[in-house]
């Protein structure tokens, strides 16, 4: 596979839109969405519930099929992809959502190198990374307990190393501080921005949680289907 030219954007999004149902029925969601993302950011998503930040996400994130104009994620064209290219993109994306989706009869770890199965390692290695990868968010100690036995922060760091074990070039995240408090939802993206730092992946976060915008190298927002601000961050703002 040829290397990525770093100038290139992760996600390039031109005249976009998108419906849901058929006919009479028929409901447009996003309007004519255009969005750059370049290697590297951290862009957080805000808007008001029902503005099309989720469905946004999950068209990028390859969950959902494109309907019209051009989305090209990691040099991929989504629009009119087929389903074997759609599954060989989530390959190089990670994924954290709200609710965990951890499965209850697996342990920290097993949850984690699941994120591993459709890459071509060994057990042995795939146990390995999983194992270093709950080392880094802190959770060595609790690799072994199943979910019911770990807090919604836990949960959540849990969620975090299970997206990022694979070196995803980029991270979708759907509200990943929504169920917790203050303090673990900081910890939580302070988190998810050193690692994404450390491995070089994109963030793409959509959030209704106003106390972690400062993490965010730009912030867009979404207004009925319409992306409404993309306004880049002053970087001489260093306070936490």
């Known amino acids: ?4 030219n770093q100038s290139e954007s992760v996600v390039s999004i031109q005249a976009l839109n998108h419906h849901y149902g058929q006919g009479r ?7 004519d969405i255009n969005l750059e993302i370049q290697a590297g950011e951290i862009v957080i998503m805000t808007g008001p519930s029902g503005s099309g930040k989720t469905t946004l996400l999950s068209l990028i994130g390859s969950l959902r099929s494109a309907q019209s ?3 090209r994620v990691l040099g991929q064209e989504l629009c009119g992809a087929n389903k074997t290219q759609m599954v060989e993109l989530r390959r190089n994306v990670g994924y954290i959502f709200q609710a965990h989706n951890l499965l209850k009869s697996l ?3 097993q949850n984690v190198q699941m994120s591993l199965e459709l890459h071509d390692l060994s057990v042995d290695e795939a146990i390995a990374r999983a194992e270093a990868m709950l080392a880094a968010v802190g959770l060595d100690d609790r690799s072994t307990y199943y979910p019911e036995n770990l807090s919604g922060g836990q949960k959540q760091r849990v969620a975090i190393a299970r997206a990022l074990v694979s070196h995803p070039k980029l991270v979708l ?3 990943p501080t929504a169920a917790l408090d203050k303090q673990s939802g900081r910890d939580v993206v302070e988190l998810m921005q050193r690692l994404a730092k450390e491995q070089g992946c994109t963030i793409l976060l959509v959030t209704h949680d106003n106390r972690i915008l400062d993490i965010a190298d730009r912030i867009v927002q979404m207004e009925d289907g319409y992306l409404a601000t993309n306004a880049q961050l002053a970087q001489t703002n260093t306070a936490a």
């Open 25 to 31: 029925l028929q409901k447009q969601v996003l309007f």
């Open 107 to 109: 342990t920290a770890k």
């Open 1 to 4: 596979m040829q290397s990525r």
């Open 69 to 71: 104009g051009s989305l």
């Open 173 to 175: 995240a759907d509200e």
